[in-house]
Protein backbone atom coordinates (compact mmCIF):
# COMPACT_ATOMS: atom_id res chain seq x y z
CA UNK A 1 0.00 0.00 0.00
CA UNK A 2 1.08 3.84 -0.57
CA UNK A 3 2.83 5.17 2.66
CA UNK A 4 3.47 8.32 3.79
CA UNK A 5 4.47 11.22 0.35
CA UNK A 6 5.49 14.46 0.84
CA UNK A 7 5.86 17.36 -1.34
CA UNK A 8 8.28 18.86 -2.63
CA UNK A 9 11.34 17.05 -1.84
CA UNK A 10 13.19 19.21 -2.58
CA UNK A 11 12.92 23.35 -1.58
CA UNK A 12 15.27 26.22 -2.22
CA UNK A 13 13.79 29.47 -1.08
CA UNK A 14 15.03 33.06 -0.46
CA UNK A 15 15.26 34.64 3.32
CA UNK A 16 11.95 36.09 3.84
CA UNK A 17 9.88 34.38 1.39
CA UNK A 18 7.21 31.87 2.37
CA UNK A 19 6.92 28.77 2.51
CA UNK A 20 4.31 25.66 2.14
CA UNK A 21 5.23 22.03 2.91
CA UNK A 22 2.75 19.17 2.28
CA UNK A 23 2.10 15.63 3.95
CA UNK A 24 0.22 12.89 2.32
CA UNK A 25 -0.60 10.36 5.38
CA UNK A 26 -1.72 6.34 5.19
CA UNK A 27 -5.02 6.37 4.32
CA UNK A 28 -7.02 5.49 7.99
CA UNK A 29 -4.66 7.06 9.86
CA UNK A 30 -5.87 9.44 12.42
CA UNK A 31 -2.69 10.44 13.79
CA UNK A 32 -0.20 13.00 11.80
CA UNK A 33 3.21 14.49 13.20
CA UNK A 34 5.95 17.04 11.56
CA UNK A 35 9.46 16.55 12.74
CA UNK A 36 12.50 18.99 11.65
CA UNK A 37 15.80 17.01 11.23
CA UNK A 38 18.54 19.52 11.40
CA UNK A 39 22.59 18.84 12.23
CA UNK A 40 22.65 21.24 14.78
CA UNK A 41 19.01 20.24 16.74
CA UNK A 42 18.73 16.59 15.54
CA UNK A 43 15.28 15.40 15.07
CA UNK A 44 12.55 17.70 16.96
CA UNK A 45 9.25 17.26 17.05
CA UNK A 46 7.21 20.09 15.58
CA UNK A 47 3.19 19.43 15.58
CA UNK A 48 0.70 16.39 15.97
CA UNK A 49 -3.07 16.21 14.83
CA UNK A 50 -5.33 14.01 16.16
CA UNK A 51 -7.85 14.13 12.95
CA UNK A 52 -7.93 17.75 11.74
CA UNK A 53 -7.22 19.37 15.16
CA UNK A 54 -3.64 20.21 16.43
CA UNK A 55 -3.79 19.65 20.29
CA UNK A 56 0.28 19.55 21.17
CA UNK A 57 1.92 22.78 18.92
CA UNK A 58 4.22 22.41 21.19
CA UNK A 59 7.07 22.10 19.24
CA UNK A 60 6.75 25.00 16.73
CA UNK A 61 9.48 26.94 17.34
CA UNK A 62 7.94 30.50 16.43
CA UNK A 63 4.68 32.20 15.32
CA UNK A 64 6.43 32.10 11.74
CA UNK A 65 5.28 28.22 11.50
CA UNK A 66 2.23 27.09 11.41
CA UNK A 67 0.57 23.93 10.42
CA UNK A 68 -3.34 22.57 8.87
CA UNK A 69 -4.92 19.30 8.72
CA UNK A 70 -7.79 19.07 6.43
CA UNK A 71 -10.57 16.20 5.62
CA UNK A 72 -8.68 14.17 8.49
CA UNK A 73 -6.13 13.42 5.64
CA UNK A 74 -3.34 16.37 4.09
CA UNK A 75 -1.32 18.55 6.02
CA UNK A 76 0.33 21.52 5.23
CA UNK A 77 3.26 23.09 7.11
CA UNK A 78 3.65 26.67 6.76
CA UNK A 79 6.71 28.58 7.69
CA UNK A 80 6.83 32.78 6.87
CA UNK A 81 9.53 34.80 6.60
CA UNK A 82 11.97 31.93 5.92
CA UNK A 83 15.00 32.65 7.64
CA UNK A 84 18.45 30.51 7.29
CA UNK A 85 18.36 28.66 10.56
CA UNK A 86 14.89 27.35 9.30
CA UNK A 87 17.62 25.57 6.66
CA UNK A 88 16.62 21.10 7.66
CA UNK A 89 15.27 18.26 6.62
CA UNK A 90 10.87 18.43 7.49
CA UNK A 91 9.42 14.74 8.24
CA UNK A 92 5.55 13.98 8.34
CA UNK A 93 4.79 10.66 10.21
CA UNK A 94 1.42 9.38 10.09
CA UNK A 95 0.01 6.62 12.94
CA UNK A 96 -2.86 4.77 13.42
CA UNK A 97 -4.77 6.00 16.06
CA UNK A 98 -2.11 7.97 17.85
CA UNK A 99 -1.88 5.79 21.46
CA UNK A 100 0.90 5.50 23.17
CA UNK A 101 3.49 3.43 21.45
CA UNK A 102 1.71 3.53 18.54
CA UNK A 103 3.73 2.74 15.43
CA UNK A 104 4.90 6.46 13.59
CA UNK A 105 5.32 5.71 9.56
CA UNK A 106 7.82 8.67 8.41
CA UNK A 107 7.20 10.22 4.41
CA UNK A 108 11.14 10.77 2.45
CA UNK A 109 10.92 14.10 4.09
CA UNK A 110 11.37 17.81 2.17
CA UNK A 111 14.92 19.73 2.62
CA UNK A 112 14.43 22.94 2.84
CA UNK A 113 17.29 25.29 1.94
CA UNK A 114 16.68 29.09 2.75
CA UNK A 115 19.42 31.15 1.26
CA UNK B 1 9.58 13.81 29.93
CA UNK B 2 11.42 10.16 28.60
CA UNK B 3 14.67 10.92 26.70
CA UNK B 4 17.07 8.34 25.00
CA UNK B 5 20.93 8.28 25.07
CA UNK B 6 22.56 6.83 22.02
CA UNK B 7 26.27 6.75 22.84
CA UNK B 8 28.77 7.05 19.85
CA UNK B 9 27.91 9.04 16.72
CA UNK B 10 29.93 7.06 14.49
CA UNK B 11 30.71 3.37 14.61
CA UNK B 12 32.68 1.11 11.83
CA UNK B 13 32.32 -2.57 11.58
CA UNK B 14 33.97 -4.91 8.85
CA UNK B 15 31.45 -6.99 6.66
CA UNK B 16 30.43 -9.79 8.41
CA UNK B 17 31.34 -8.53 11.95
CA UNK B 18 28.89 -7.76 14.93
CA UNK B 19 27.21 -4.96 14.79
CA UNK B 20 26.34 -3.39 18.35
CA UNK B 21 24.55 0.04 18.40
CA UNK B 22 23.88 1.44 21.91
CA UNK B 23 20.72 2.92 23.40
CA UNK B 24 19.68 3.81 26.87
CA UNK B 25 16.52 5.36 27.78
CA UNK B 26 15.00 7.40 30.60
CA UNK B 27 11.67 7.08 31.81
CA UNK B 28 9.41 6.93 34.67
CA UNK B 29 6.82 4.64 33.44
CA UNK B 30 7.25 1.75 31.14
CA UNK B 31 8.62 2.71 27.87
CA UNK B 32 8.16 2.33 24.20
CA UNK B 33 11.21 2.12 22.22
CA UNK B 34 11.99 1.77 18.31
CA UNK B 35 14.86 1.28 16.21
CA UNK B 36 14.64 3.47 12.95
CA UNK B 37 17.26 3.22 10.08
CA UNK B 38 17.51 6.14 7.53
CA UNK B 39 19.12 5.82 4.54
CA UNK B 40 20.73 8.53 2.58
CA UNK B 41 18.18 11.21 1.55
CA UNK B 42 15.33 8.96 2.60
CA UNK B 43 13.23 9.54 5.49
CA UNK B 44 13.22 6.90 8.57
CA UNK B 45 11.91 3.57 8.28
CA UNK B 46 11.25 1.13 11.26
CA UNK B 47 13.48 -1.67 12.30
CA UNK B 48 11.70 -2.87 15.39
CA UNK B 49 9.92 -1.96 18.35
CA UNK B 50 9.48 -2.67 22.07
CA UNK B 51 6.11 -3.00 23.78
CA UNK B 52 6.45 -4.81 26.58
CA UNK B 53 5.70 -8.37 25.35
CA UNK B 54 9.10 -9.83 24.96
CA UNK B 55 11.99 -8.51 26.30
CA UNK B 56 14.14 -10.00 22.80
CA UNK B 57 12.45 -8.16 19.28
CA UNK B 58 13.36 -9.21 16.49
CA UNK B 59 13.22 -7.01 13.66
CA UNK B 60 13.84 -6.58 9.82
CA UNK B 61 16.66 -7.28 7.44
CA UNK B 62 18.37 -9.28 11.08
CA UNK B 63 18.07 -6.41 13.32
CA UNK B 64 17.10 -7.55 16.52
CA UNK B 65 17.21 -5.78 19.98
CA UNK B 66 17.25 -6.17 23.74
CA UNK B 67 15.20 -4.88 26.64
CA UNK B 68 17.08 -4.84 29.91
CA UNK B 69 15.22 -3.14 32.63
CA UNK B 70 17.98 -3.18 35.12
CA UNK B 71 20.64 -1.44 32.83
CA UNK B 72 17.86 0.75 31.08
CA UNK B 73 19.06 -0.11 27.31
CA UNK B 74 17.39 -1.49 24.54
CA UNK B 75 20.28 -1.79 22.25
CA UNK B 76 20.63 -3.23 18.72
CA UNK B 77 22.82 -5.91 17.25
CA UNK B 78 22.75 -7.75 14.00
CA UNK B 79 24.90 -10.73 14.06
CA UNK B 80 27.01 -10.62 10.70
CA UNK B 81 26.71 -7.07 9.10
CA UNK B 82 26.35 -6.31 5.54
CA UNK B 83 27.43 -3.32 3.28
CA UNK B 84 23.78 -2.46 3.02
CA UNK B 85 23.74 -1.76 6.32
CA UNK B 86 25.87 1.46 6.32
CA UNK B 87 23.21 4.03 7.47
CA UNK B 88 22.45 5.98 10.36
CA UNK B 89 20.52 4.50 13.07
CA UNK B 90 18.02 6.58 15.77
CA UNK B 91 16.71 4.89 18.86
CA UNK B 92 13.75 6.77 20.00
CA UNK B 93 11.24 6.34 23.06
CA UNK B 94 7.50 7.11 22.77
CA UNK B 95 6.89 10.30 24.72
CA UNK B 96 3.18 10.89 26.14
CA UNK B 97 2.89 14.33 26.73
CA UNK B 98 -1.00 13.89 27.96
CA UNK B 99 -2.22 15.46 24.50
CA UNK B 100 0.19 13.47 22.05
CA UNK B 101 2.44 10.44 21.93
CA UNK B 102 5.52 12.25 20.35
CA UNK B 103 8.94 10.48 19.31
CA UNK B 104 11.66 11.46 21.43
CA UNK B 105 14.77 10.60 20.01
CA UNK B 106 18.29 9.65 20.19
CA UNK B 107 21.41 11.49 18.46
CA UNK B 108 21.37 9.12 16.13
CA UNK B 109 24.55 6.39 15.08
CA UNK B 110 25.90 6.91 11.97
CA UNK B 111 27.29 2.74 10.87
CA UNK B 112 30.13 2.36 8.49
CA UNK B 113 30.82 -1.13 6.97
CA UNK B 114 33.89 -1.80 5.83
CA UNK B 115 34.96 -4.55 3.43
Known amino acids: GAGVSQSPSNKVTEKGKDVELRCDPISGHTALYWYRQSLGQGLEFLIYFQGNSAPDKSGLPSDRFSAERTGGSVSTLTIQRTQQEDSAVYLC?????????????FGPGTRLTVL | AQSVTQLGSHVSVSEGALVLLRCNYSSSVPPYLFWYVQYPNQGLQLLLK??????LVKGINGFEAEFKKSETSFHLTKPSAHMSDAAEYFC?????????????FGTGTRLQVTL
Open chain 2, 92 to 104: AVSDYTGTASKLT
Open chain 1, 93 to 105: ASSLTGGVGDTQY
Open chain 2, 50 to 55: YTSAAT
